[in-house]
Nanobody, 111 residues
Framework: QVELVESGGGLVQPGGSLRLSCAAS???????VTWYRRAPGSSREFVAQ???????SYDGSVKGRFTISRDNARNTVYLQMNSLKVEDTAVYYC??????WGPGTQVTVSS
């Protein structure tokens, strides 16, 4: 069973950028990967998804600011986050079908 591990979170000022990584323990070439996030006091919400064929989709709140991409040779999916806002503060998770949730990576946007 493939496992996914998130990394790359941190503290950034509003307007800043971060790149999150989702590293797989095995091949992801045939997998779709989805990023979710959970803000304090809120339920987990969809952020972005990339299919095995490279097709992408985004939640409206991040479209135009976030970019999801994949590097199958490195078994890694990335989430480039630009123009970050305070409301992007959350724990970010990546997952796929039949893959257990990982610990996530904390993103804090604050001045």
């Amino acid at each position: 069973q493939v496992e996914l591990v998130e990394s790359g979170g941190g503290l950034v000022q509003p307007g800043g950028s971060l790149r999150l990584s989702c590293a797989a323990s095995g091949s992801i070439s045939r997998m779709f990967v989805t990023w979710y996030r959970r803000a304090p006091g809120s339920s987990r919400e969809f952020v972005a998804q990339i299919l095995a064929n490279g097709e992408v989709s985004y939640d409206g709140s991040v479209k135009g600011r976030f970019t999801i991409s994949r590097d199958n040779a490195r078994n890694t999916v990335y989430l480039q986050m630009n123009s970050l806002k305070v409301e992007d503060t959350a724990v970010y998770y990546c997952t796929s079908e039949n893959v257990p949730w990982g610990p996530g990576t904390q993103v804090t946007v604050s001045s």
